[in-house]
């Protein structure tokens, strides 16, 4: 319960980030400067350390990483069988699979923080090292498989191409370079000075509060108005169906309390902003993706509480 209750000061961050940009407190321009500065600097400090600092044995992580991963393959394998029953063209179906499968680290990582504790940021952080780069490569593939089917959009890119692009896409991400060196520190026994994690520490506090207010900023609230099955499929897929994935994967593996909290959260939150650019970028529905992402941003603030006071109730 109490997990439950610690989301209202992120609902009221999120809530401030959306009226910062509705009334022009921060101009709508400038927006993108802060976008960028959580996620170039901010959000990669947080993910850093917390895998630095991460205890990265198998006993310890193996079921959590092993349940998150098969709940989240099913899922968008899930988006893909949706597309003969639901008629999708190739840009909502590359859509609709994003939708499925991204998750807004700003908002899972400061939920972690708020409401679990530094164990469960830990734990994210290490899944969420596994996670970004493989999400990213399967979004870029299936968004390079099945482009426009006019063919007016983008043009068909060649193997070679499309493995360029695509290895370009993850060796600049900087919170996939963030995962990767965290891993190669933690592994490889580097100690690191305090003169060192103490500056990364302080990016790491301002990561939640930018990162809260960014997504409240990139709420559209017309979008609301937007509706059809496939939209609500997309929605419940990600916020429903994930979630239940993971919970009958992680109890039969042993999987502790803490964990399935933070699984919940990750499974269970919305989707991220950077599918509706990739989306506009590579030939997707990026009006389709920002349908989605409005609505399980909204719905997200009931449906993790709910989540985590369900496992509350069973687990205790």
């Known amino acids: 319960m109490q997990a439950a209750l610690s989301i209202l000061p992120i609902i009221a961050l999120v809530a401030l980030g959306h009226i910062a940009r509705r009334w022009n407190i921060i101009a709508a321009a400038n927006w993108r400067g802060v976008e960028q500065l959580g996620f170039r600097l901010l959000f990669p400090a947080i993910l850093l350390t917390s895998i630095y600092r991460s205890d990265l044995s198998l006993g310890v992580l193996g079921g959590y990483i092993l349940a998150l991963s098969v709940a989240f393959a099913a899922t968008g394998l899930a988006a893909f069988m949706m597309r003969r029953p639901l008629r999708l063209t190739n840009p909502r179906l590359t859509s609709m699979f994003q939708g499925s499968m991204r998750f807004n680290s700003l908002l899972v990582l400061a939920l972690a923080a708020q409401a679990l504790g530094p164990r469960a940021l830990s734990d994210l952080a290490v899944a969420m090292a596994f996670m970004v780069p493989a999400f990213n490569i399967s979004a870029i593939v299936a968004l390079t498989i099945f ?29 996939v370079l963030a995962c990767a ?68 994967l992680a109890l039969p593996l042993g999987v502790s309390g803490i964990q399935l909290a933070s699984g919940l959260v990750l499974t269970a939150a919305p989707g991220a902003p950077v599918g509706y ?40």
């Not at 482009?147 to 919170?175: F, H, K, V, W, Y």
């Not at 997707?284 to 449906?303: E, N, R």
């Open 147 to 175: 482009p426009p089917e006019d063919g007016q959009d983008i043009l068909r890119p060649t193997r070679a191409q499309s493995m360029t692009r695509i290895t370009r896409e993850i060796c600049r991400n900087p919170m």
């Open 181 to 248: 060196l965290g891993l190669a520190l933690n592994l490889g026994h580097v100690p690191l000075p305090d003169r060192v994690l103490v500056p990364l520490d302080w990016l790491a506090q301002g990561a939640l509060a930018v990162g809260l207010l960014s997504v409240g900023a990139g709420i559209e609230i017309r979008r609301l108005w937007q509706s059809d099955a496939a939209m609500w499929i997309g929605v419940l897929m990600r916020l429903v169906l994930c979630p239940i994935l993971f919970l009958a």
């Open 277 to 316: 650019i990739l989306a506009r970028q590579m030939g997707g529905d990026a009006d389709f993706y920002a349908d989605m992402f409005t609505w399980q941003t909204v719905l997200s603030a009931a449906s993790i509480p709910c989540w985590l006071m369900l496992l509350s109730a069973f687990v205790g």
